[in-house]
Each structure stands twice: as C-alpha cells, then as structure tokens.
C-alpha cells in the first residue's frame, strides 16, 4: 500500500473545476469533497443505504424487494472497516454520495456461485447466481492479467442531488485511490442503466451486458424485472 496517498482524507481540495464528460455532459461541481469512510461514519452511511442504495437501486427495488436484514448492514461496516477504500462524497457537511468497494480475486467466481446455492431460490441467490454468470462473462482477471482487482460493489447518490456527476466523481477517485493502493484494474457491475452511462462517460471498457429480458429461471420466466430504462446488467472495467 502506497502511504504517499492520505488514507483519511482522498481530496481535501474543493473540486473548483469543471468536469468534461466523453458526451460533452460539462457539469460544474464545485462544493464537493471525496473522503474515504472511517468507522465512526458507518452509521450515517448505512442510513444513507438505506435511503438512497436499496429502494431505487433496480436489482434491490425489483419484486420480490430486498430490504437489507442486519447482517447485510453488520457485513456492509465490516467490509467499510475492514478494507479502507470506500468513500463518500460530502457537501457542505452534508452525506451526498456513497461508494462501497473492496478487493476481488479470480476466485470470486466460484463464491458467487456457492453464496448462490446456499441462498438457493431467494432473491440473494438469484443475484449471487446472475453475478456468477456475468462476471464469468467478463472474464476481468484472464482479459487484464490480474489476480486481483478493486470491485466497485455499490454506488449511490442521494435522490435529491442524482444528474449532477456526483457518482462520476466519486468512480475517478476510487480509481486514484485503487492507483494509490498499487491496483491495476477497477471494475463494476452496473444494474442501472444510469451507473452504466457513468462508466460509459468515464471511457470505462464494457466488459459484458446481460438482458434482463433474456435471463431465465429454471422454470423458464424472467428472474428479474426490473423498470425501464434498466434493461441490462452491464460489467465495466478500467485499467488504473
Ligand atoms: C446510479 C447513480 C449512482 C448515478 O449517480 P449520479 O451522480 O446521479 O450520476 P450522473 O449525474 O452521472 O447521472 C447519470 C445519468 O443518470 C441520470 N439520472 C440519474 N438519476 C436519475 C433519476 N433519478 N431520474 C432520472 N435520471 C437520472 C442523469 O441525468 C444522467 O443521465 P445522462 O447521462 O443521460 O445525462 C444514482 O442514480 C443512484 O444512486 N441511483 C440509485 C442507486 C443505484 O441504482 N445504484 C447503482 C446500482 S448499479
């Protein structure tokens, strides 16, 4: 781990530039600061989740809903602990935006797929078994030569602040401090169509898109159904 890089504190410098994107989408954010989260912010974060992730994020929204139980919240602060690299984005004193993200390794496939056969037919393991699939899809480690990467696992502005780039922001400071943190490759997997337009505007490599439409139970009926625009599980990846 580099120390050159200040682990309580990504940008202490007000961002007073404006930030360019790849669809000349030119939006000036000029008031926000990245931080990376401490312990004693976890539980203004896990509010924050519980607000602005699983109500509107598609996969968790989408019938049957998830609605996080406590030990998805004890694993989100152990994960926040434990790790170091995900970061929030503070307005005036005020929680914005929230990234969570950890390391991943080539053997993350097969935990997908045996979390998947533990939940068995629940909404958990539904997800564990489309991330298997489509990470398998993606083939990240073999495509960039890595053993391991940092996984974006969850992005979320707040509702009232969405449009704004917040959530480009906070993904190119995960990518300088994945740089920082000796990181090749960072990598997300978007359900929303409007994570995967931030990926696109940041010139990420999309790695692999599965429809929703065509996903299938065993029975033969669409596992997930989500609304529109959000058609597709999208993987995206970024050489650091
Ligand atoms: C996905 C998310 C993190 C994007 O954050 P953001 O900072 O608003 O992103 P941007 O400002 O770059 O906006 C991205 C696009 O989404 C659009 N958008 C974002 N939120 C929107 C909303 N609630 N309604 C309509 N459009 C919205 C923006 O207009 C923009 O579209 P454009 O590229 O055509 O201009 C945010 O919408 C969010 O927290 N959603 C709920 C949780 C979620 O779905 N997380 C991702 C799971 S993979």
Redesign the pocket.
């Known amino acids: 781990m580099n120390n050159n890089y200040d682990h309580r504190l990504i940008n202490l410098l007000v961002y007073a530039m404006t930030i360019e994107?790849k669809?000349n989408?030119s939006?000036n954010v000029p008031t926000i600061q990245i931080e990376i989260i401490k312990s004693n912010d976890c539980d203004k974060v896990i509010t924050f989740l519980r607000e602005?992730?699983f109500p509107?994020?598609?996969?968790?929204?989408c019938e049957p809903k998830w609605i996080p139980s406590a030990e998805d919240e004890a694993d989100l602060r152990k994960c926040i602990i434990h790790y170091g690299c995900s970061i929030m984005a503070m307005e005036n004193d005020e929680l914005v935006?929230v990234c969570i993200a950890l390391p991943k390794k080539r053997s993350s496939i097969d935990e997908y797929y045996k979390e998947a056969e533990k939940a068995g037919k629940t909404k958990h393991g539904y997800i564990m078994k489309l991330l298997g699939d489509t990470n398998s899809k993606a083939d990240i480690f073999n495509r960039y030569g890595v053993e391991e990467i940092l996984y974006l696992f969850?992005?979320?502005?707040?509702?009232n602040?969405?449009?704004?780039?917040?959530?480009?922001?906070?993904t190119r400071e995960l990518m300088r401090l994945g740089k920082s943190m000796n990181y090749e490759v960072l990598s997300?997997?978007?359900?929303?169509?409007?994570?995967?337009?931030?990926c696109?505007?940041l010139g990420m490599d999309c790695l692999n898109s599965t429809l929703y439409a065509e996903y299938l139970d065993e029975m033969g009926e669409v596992m997930f159904k989500p609304k529109p625009p959000?058609v597709a599980m999208k993987t995206y990846a970024q050489r650091l």
Request: positive net charge; aromatic residues 6%.
């Open positions: 994107s669809s989408k939006i602005n992730f509107q994020a598609p996969l968790a929204s935006g969850l992005a979320s502005v707040a509702a602040q969405r449009g704004r780039n917040i959530a480009g922001l906070m997300m997997d978007c359900s929303s169509y409007y994570c995967a337009q931030v696109e505007r959000h």
